[in-house]
């Protein structure tokens, strides 16, 4: 029989808490989740999904994009000038899904 070990790793809280609810709604605990993560990147010698990013091109756009509809939605809501602290907050609450 194999000897087990322990691993541990530092989340931050706010991912630890999404992804137990996650894994959950999945019908997995986290440990598991793990494990089969971990298995498949043994078995197949490579990381199980693909890892991409944008072009800086790619990215320009898209946030010249998301400055223009921030724009246009404080226009709508008769804001005519926002402070940085205020864009901030607003880039927070959809990077985070706070409202």
């Known amino acids: 029989m194999s000897q087990t070990t322990t691993m541990s790793i530092r989340l931050d809280s706010n991912l630890k808490q999404r992804f137990d609810l996650l894994c959950d709604e999945f019908g997995l605990s986290n440990t598991a989740a793990l494990m089969l993560f971990i298995k498949t990147m043994v078995r197949e010698r490579r990381i199980p999904f693909e890892i991409k990013t944008d072009t800086i091109e790619e990215?320009?756009?898209k946030a010249?994009?998301?400055?223009?509809?921030?724009?246009k939605d404080a226009a709508a809501a008769g804001v005519q000038d926002m402070s940085l602290?205020?864009?901030?907050?607003?880039?927070r609450e959809v990077r985070y899904g706070k409202k």
């Open 59 to 61: 990215s320009r756009r």
């Open 85 to 91: 602290d205020e864009i901030n907050e607003i880039i």
């Open 64 to 71: 010249l994009l998301a400055i223009e509809q921030m724009r």
